[in-house]
Nanobody, 118 residues
């Protein structure tokens, strides 16, 4: 069974940094586009950052210049480096994997909580 396991969340002060990791298993990781989404209480889940199988990246406007997504295909892991964190970044962060070659497949992790105190 495919698994996406996030780690690295926690409590951090305003202006601090965290690095999230998402380790994948039982998928051909290199052909998947990987993304980080987040969902704050009472809000819809939103895309934070995405990296394609060709290492093209895109970010939601609110995190540009502060967050960096990267991937290590050998380790089947995607990372989200988050700097200059703000209270509005507080949310549950979810890892997402999408295969668009052939039959579309999509998987989600269980989420990791990020809390930024003011």
């Amino acid at each position: 069974q495919v698994q996406l396991v996030e780690s690295g969340g926690g409590l951090v002060q305003f202006g601090g940094s965290l690095r999230l990791s998402c380790a994948a298993s039982k998928i051909i990781f290199s052909i998947y586009a990987m993304g980080w989404y987040r969902q704050a209480p009472g809000k819809q889940r939103e895309l934070v950052a995405r990296i394609t199988d060709e290492d093209r990246t895109n970010y939601t406007d609110s995190v540009k210049g502060r967050f960096t997504i990267s991937r290590d295909n050998a380790k089947k892991t995607v990372y989200l480096q988050m700097n200059s964190l703000k209270p509005e970044d507080t949310a549950v962060y979810y890892c997402n994997a999408v295969r668009s070659i052939g039959t579309r497949l999509e998987f989600w992790g269980q989420g990791t909580q990020v809390t930024v105190s003011s």
